[in-house]
């Protein structure tokens, strides 16, 4: 079982319980400084062009969803001073609330480069300080270069081939997730053609190997894995095979924002895959939108039937599963991968049609 795309952030944080702030800042790496109480208190006092920016965005999101904003509720009086810091003025809110269909507790920075010097936050070494990390630097900067020198080795292999910065966040990456990283781009180049709003791998605490295994965040074109709290360095079969069918599901959900978009996943879903009784009459003009939410119709006689008892949780997830499985029996006809490794995958259910479609769509090779 995967994070959902909804409020996967909140499970990601296994120190983060009912009673703590209602909303808390994302820490890119170890050396960020986050706001202090008396410097968000202050911000909160003034009037933000920033955040006359993105209020209205925030509104019409959630508007969506049938959820108005009470910007004095306790939620959001908690991220309002948030949203109206913009350290460098550029009108960008430096700190956003992850939003999917519903808001998460936890916020990240908005603009990608929070002290305006020219170093994306995430390489730079203090992203609040202009004066400092101005040089960009050429490999990963060493505030994000692994310990162990084999993570370290494959850390650098993944950045360098595929532009994917790994990065420890509340847990170590850990060796052996980080080879079938490899494995699986090594296998599949095209897919970081396909996912282009992937671009980081955060090591988490909150993930384990079996139930909660990684999750995607749209907003941070990240994903987020399990770590060396979860994984040994070394992984069996079954376990290698396990975390490559999660592994593209969650690129499954990136590739659906970047190259599928809501017509065609509600045309064909719809008219192909039984999904039809979801859609009200309007059309969804979103992929964020209540349809792409909502569960498999139970009375709907489809041809075929959804791939997995996960794939009928929405819209979302049916996409993540056959993405999945079309990658590894790509995966599988190119010899690495072994087919008896993944039975009950949804790879034998997969029929040709949605096959077809995921592999127009995503652009497969040959
Ligand atoms: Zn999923």
Redesign the pocket.
């Known amino acids: 079982m995967?994070?959902?795309?909804l409020g996967g952030m909140a499970a990601l944080f296994p120190n983060a319980k009912a009673q703590d702030a209602p909303c808390r800042p994302f820490r890119l790496h170890a050396g960020v400084r986050l706001p202090t109480s008396e410097e968000r208190r202050q911000a909160d006092a003034k009037t933000s062009p920033a955040f006359d920016n993105i209020r209205g965005e925030i509104e019409a999101t959630l508007a969506l969803h049938g959820t108005s904003v009470d910007w004095n509720g306790e939620f959001w009086k908690c991220v309002r001073p948030y949203l109206k810091l913009d350290r460098d003025g550029d009108g960008l809110s430096d700190w956003t609330v992850s939003i999917d269909a519903a808001p998460s507790p936890v916020l990240i920075p908005l603009d990608p480069d929070l002290d305006g010097d020219g170093v994306e936050n995430l390489f730079d070494v203090a992203p609040n300080d202009a004066r400092l990390g101005s040089i960009t630097p050429k490999g990963l900067p060493p505030h994000l270069v692994a310990r162990d020198a084999e993570t370290r080795a494959l850390q650098l292999r993944i950045y360098e081939r595929y532009g994917l910065v790994a990065v420890d966040n509340s847990d170590a990456h850990s060796p052996g997730v980080l080879r079938t990283v490899d494995e699986l781009l090594e296998g599949l180049p095209e897919i970081m053609r396909q996912a282009r709003g992937l671009r980081l791998l955060f090591a988490f605490a909150g993930h384990d190997a079996r139930h909660d295994q990684a999750a995607?965040h749209r907003q941070m074109r990240a994903l987020s894995l399990g770590g060396r709290k979860s994984y040994p360095d070394r992984l069996d079969a079954a376990a290698r095979a396990e975390l490559l069918h999660t592994l593209a599901?969650?690129i499954g959900?990136a590739v659906l924002f970047d190259l599928v978009g809501p017509a065609e996943l509600q045309n064909f879903a719809s008219h192909q895959a039984g999904w039809r009784d979801v859609f009200a009459e309007r059309p969804e003009t979103s992929l964020l939108g209540p349809a792409f939410f909502r569960p498999f119709p139970r009375r709907s006689v489809s041809t075929p039937a959804p791939l997995s008892p996960?794939a009928k949780r929405n819209l979302?997830?049916w996409f993540?599963e056959a993405y999945a499985a079309t990658a590894l029996k790509r995966l599988i006809a190119r010899g690495r991968l072994d087919a008896s490794q993944v039975r009950q995958r949804g790879i034998e259910r997969l029929d040709e049609n949605t096959e077809n479609w995921v592999k127009r769509l995503a652009d497969f090779d040959g």
């Open positions: 995967k994070v959902s795309l995607y599901h969650e959900h996960y979302h997830e993540a």
